[in-house]
């Protein structure tokens, strides 16, 4: 095949087995999602550039690097979503969500895009499975989000997820360490990467997630924002670690961990996968983010899952999918009114919720029967003239091969039903 071209770096299709499995996965999580009172939000798949640099910090990673900006045709800069917070935010505020009441709980399965060094779970276009809780700033909240993403792993197989749990505190108690970070790393000014002395004087908690060797090296001694959190932030934090200890929630204290977004404050958190050796997901509080976006003074939080890495760890831990939904019934047709009519009795079973299927490429009997076979029909049928004018078909069950005449014209969805059952009756 001369294909004109193939599909971009970093992105994968996903043909109709991967989506099987991967709406299984979906689905745990949305119900997940929903038992805990969350409603889906679609935002846009782009938004005004200002959103994503003002949302995320323009010394981030994401910011600097892998955002996928563009002039569209009027001249204004847009960018594909990178992550799904900002929207979030932005249409909570703008669709006035708030006005019901809080806590406002949101949750989406959106595709993100980030022009990154595509590897083993790093794509540039990926969906995320995320929550956003507005609202909400006790430390229940924090606790119960994080309670959810371990249910949903669980439901899911994947047993080996862990979590790394931080509080980098809040403006306040990450003024003095800012201050602290900025000294120890100007100390060592002449191992940092380019990238992290242009964020010494504008962002230095941004090189504790540089992945530069020195740097990474250098991160290790540096001062920990435990150390410095004010006495309502250690509260916080001493309340969440106690309210995950009551729900039966392992954790790892990771005082390094500071997550690659700027809006986070307080609680942060990961979900490494130790069999694949990167983080399924991971989240945090953000409670300046909604005021930084135009809103009221808001708490926030959430988290967001790696759809694509998630389902890296499904496949790893030979995780089992539901079967897929087989075709129950085949109705072969010979000629032009036979055919019609098989289209019309598919239809019939449609309507009962029965998976059923005729030919539509123009094939002969043999044919047909063929494809039932390779399509797995439980059950078959001829109609032809015969069958037409007498108005009653053979119904073959494929497997025993035992046959029962039914009635194609009314009754014939009683007739179906009475020998389907008595035939999986037999079964047992
Ligand atoms: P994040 O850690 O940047 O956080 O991304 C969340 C998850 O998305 C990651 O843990 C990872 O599983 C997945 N992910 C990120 N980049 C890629 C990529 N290039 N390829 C495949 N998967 C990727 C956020 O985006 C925050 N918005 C999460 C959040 C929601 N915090 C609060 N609310």
Redesign the pocket.
């Known amino acids: 095949m001369n294909l004109i071209t193939k599909a971009p770096k ?1 992105t994968q299709d996903l043909t109709p087995e991967k989506t099987r499995r991967w709406q299984a996965a979906e689905q745990v999580l949305i119900s997940e999602a929903r038992l805990n009172g969350f409603g889906e939000i679609r935002t846009p798949a782009f938004e005004h550039t200002e959103l994503f640099q003002r949302g995320m910090g323009d010394v981030t990673d ?1 910011v600097e690097k892998q955002m996928y900006t563009f002039e569209d045709k009027g001249g204004r800069s847009v960018t594909l979503r ?5 929207g979030a935010v932005r249409a909570m505020l703008e669709n006035g969500l708030y006005n019901a009441g809080y806590p406002v709980k949101l949750y989406y399965n959106l595709p ?1 895009y ?1 022009y ?1 060094k595509p590897q083993a ?4 276009e ?1 969906r ?1 499975f ?3 809780v507005f609202g909400a700033a006790e430390p229940l909240a924090d606790a119960q989000i994080i309670a959810m993403a371990m249910s949903a792993f669980k439901r899911l197989g994947l047993e080996d997820v862990g979590l790394q749990l931080n509080s980098i505190g809040c403006p306040e108690c990450r003024r003095e360490y800012h201050k602290a970070l900025k000294d120890y790393f100007t100390a060592n000014k002449d191992k940092l990467c380019d990238t992290c002395l242009s964020r010494l004087d504008r962002n230095p908690l941004r090189i504790l997630d540089c992945k530069n060797p020195e740097c990474k090296e250098l991160a290790k001694d540096a001062p920990v924002i435990t150390d410095y959190l004010c006495a309502d932030c250690r509260e916080h934090f001493g309340k969440v670690q106690e309210y995950l200890t009551a729900l039966g929630i392992e954790y790892e204290l990771d005082p390094g961990l500071v ?3 700027d ?2 404050t307080r609680t942060v958190f ?2 490494p996968s130790k069999s694949l050796g ?7 509080r ?1 409670d300046g983010l909604v005021e930084e976006m135009g809103g009221s003074p808001t708490p926030g ?10 389902m890296l760890a499904l496949e790893e831990g030979r995780v089992e999918f539901p079967e897929e939904d087989k075709c129950e019934v085949y109705i072969a047709a010979m000629g032009d009114k036979a055919q019609v009519k098989a289209l019309a009795l598919t239809d019939t079973l449609h309507r009962c919720g029965i998976t059923a299927d005729c030919d539509i490429c123009g094939r002969g009997l043999k044919a047909q029967m063929k494809y039932a076979g390779k399509i797995g029909a439980k059950f078959s049928m001829v109609l032809g003239e015969d069958e037409l004018a007498s108005g009653m078909a053979a119904l073959k069950d494929m497997s025993s091969g035992e046959t029962k005449k039914v009635r194609v014209g009314e009754g014939f969805v009683d007739d179906y039903l009475t020998f389907s059952t008595a035939q999986d009756d037999l079964s047992f």
């Open positions: 970093g994401v990178p992550e799904g917070t900002a993100c980030r990154e779970g790093r794509m540039r990926f995320t995320g929550v956003e997550r690659g977004l809006y986070y990961e979900f990167f983080a399924l997901g991971g989240g945090g953000y939080l959430g988290f967001g899952l790696g759809m694509d890495r998630i």
